[in-house]
């Protein structure tokens, strides 16, 4: 085949105004207020993508990119702003629909893995914090389930944001001392579970306690417990502190706790740079852990 134009879309780029361009379609999903406001929160300019364009009848008709021209309209406080667009002069509307309908069917979403490594490569603060911390137990951050490997990278992120450094470091403190690397006892169930307990019950949560009574249990029969019940993290945090609770003489810990806190919003130190340090610096000194299949 000598023509290898036919691959290439007929299309031409201009800068146009974002109150030039209209983005009302029947077709177009509604437009969510709540992703504008966090992506202009988080505003990269290298993140935008071109604004595909339909222009029919001297009209400029977005067909992709309705959001992107929100966020940049809220960041800069006008819609004078102008934008990079793609557009396409001999489209119809149905052609337009069919392209939106199908524009992400073919698209193969990044893993949380694949984008924790990405994160890793361009030096994020807080994704170098996390590895260093697992690693400082002689774990790793993997694709998939192995011995010594922790799979579920969209968890460790949501504990640090939600409860912080502190409470992620005790969380696989617990799981480590608890199953010493059982299958599955770093799910993302099982390490929610215990970061709730964690920010529930603070001081009052004993690691010794917590490491003979839950450590008593495997993981399945945990698992079985938590499906009775609420299922998912909850259900596993309940899970765990029933069997935390068993034979408790002054130090059963009260359920309603566990129900009614809520995490508050932590504060984290600048770039992370001072707990970065320690862990690295502690990664030398600490007993490797060693973990082994069941």
Known sequence: ????????PNVHFE????KNLVSDQEYQRNLSTKHVQKAAENFDPYQINP?????RDGINYVFNGQHTIEIIAMVSGSRETPVWCMIYDDLEYSHEADIFANQMKYVKPLLP???????IEAGSDKHLLIRDLVEKYNLRISSS????????VSTLEKIYDKYGFHTL?????????TWEGAANSFSSNIMNGIARLINAYGDSLKDDIF???????????LSRTAKERKGGAM???????IEYNKRARGTALRFDILHSHRASKHLFPSEGTHEEQTVRENQQQSEPFQTHPE
Not at 145 to 152: D, E, F, V
Not at 169 to 177: A, E, K, P, T, W
């Open 51 to 55: 604004v595909k364009v339909s222009r």
């Open 169 to 177: 470091d005790h969380v696989l403190r617990l799981c480590i001392g």
């Open 145 to 152: 389930s192995a011995p010594g490997c922790i799979c579920a």
């Open 211 to 221: 490491k003979d009574k839950v450590g008593s249990v495997t993981i399945k029969e």
């Open 113 to 119: 893995y694949e984008i924790f490594i990405a994160n």
């Open 15 to 18: 800068q146009i105004p974002i």
């Open 235 to 241: 259900g596993f945090a309940e899970a765990m502190l």
């Open 1 to 8: 085949m000598n023509d290898l134009s036919i691959f290439v």
